[in-house]
């Protein structure tokens, strides 16, 4: 099978770092944040992921954001087994091996020209669908309940987004859950951000690199914030470093300190949000 060629430059590059950390994790930490799939799809491009790589608390990183994603779908399936769970900003992400319960249903966004290049490399698999659209542009939510993709809003809507919601301003956000709360009670949405420290600290980076867009929507206090906004939310929840991880016999030491330490001040947040019916 020909390889898909990634050109440098491209957005398709900028689907090859969080590969590549997928790839590690498998690599050095299988049981705490599987990924079996990561291997196969990498070997699908071709492409220097040398040029990619990255410190390994950033790969941890980014492995505890997939898991915890992943966890917070599950969870929802539980009460909602015939759901859709929408991977918003998918990019080349394999959430769908880890989270499928049999008979959810799972769908696949992100922008044109990721999509089309994801299709290129991962075949879509039974009650899994890819769907082209901008975030922002708030008729997507209705567009999915229509064929060929038919989401039943009924059986229940969760969404996992991560790496992706910050870059946006305050806004802009407000707005944008304001839309899926009417659009999808009951539902709910799981994604990461950061406090104001924490995009300061990002942001510092950004500038002095270049690699990278500045973070724009800092977050507090999440249930505060929420709250401020309307009653349509529910259950605003920060979310703590997991077990699985503070007992990983995989995960060295000072990087689980990191990970608890950052989570705890706030720099790093896992925020799940409910959609009140």
């Not at 590969?19 to 690599?27: I, Q, S």
């Not at 799981?190 to 980076?205: A, H, L, M, P, T």
């Not at 950004?206 to 690699?211: E, R, S």
């Amino acid at each position: 099978m020909e390889k898909f060629k990634v050109e440098e430059g491209t957005v398709q590059e900028t689907l090859m770092m969080p590969l590549y950390g997928r790839v590690y994790c498998e690599e050095h930490f299988p049981n705490t944040f599987p990924n079996k799939a990561a291997r196969e799809t990498a070997a699908k491009v071709d492409y220097d992921f040398n040029k990619v790589k990255s410190s390994e608390l950033n790969m941890v990183t980014w492995g505890l954001r997939a898991r915890m994603l992943q966890d917070a779908a599950k969870a929802y399936l539980v009460t909602h087994p015939k759901a859709t769970i929408i991977n918003l900003g998918c990019g080349l992400d394999l959430s769908f091996d880890e989270i499928d319960n049999g008979v959810c249903r799972f769908l696949n966004m992100d922008l044109p020209d990721v999509i089309a290049a994801r299709e290129k490399i991962i075949a879509c698999k039974d009650r899994e669908m890819s769907f082209a659209g901008d975030l922002m542009d708030f008729t997507w939510m209705e567009r999915i309940q229509n064929e060929p993709y038919g989401i039943n809003v009924s059986d229940g809507v969760y969404i996992i987004c991560g790496g992706v919601l910050m870059y946006f301003h305050t806004e802009q956000m407000k707005r944008f859950f304001l839309a899926l709360a009417k659009t999808f009670p009951g539902g709910g949405i799981c994604f990461d951000g950061e406090n104001q420290r924490g995009v300061e600290k990002s942001n510092k980076i950004v500038q002095k690199t270049g690699n990278g867009s500045e973070i724009h929507f800092p977050i507090e206090n999440s249930h505060a914030l929420f709250a401020s906004w309307g009653d349509c939310f529910q259950n605003v929840t920060e979310c703590p470093l997991p077990t699985y991880v503070r007992n990983s016999r995989e995960v060295p030491f000072k990087w689980k300190l990191v990970l608890s330490m950052g989570m705890r001040l706030g720099i790093v947040k896992i925020i799940d949000v409910s959609f009140k019916k």
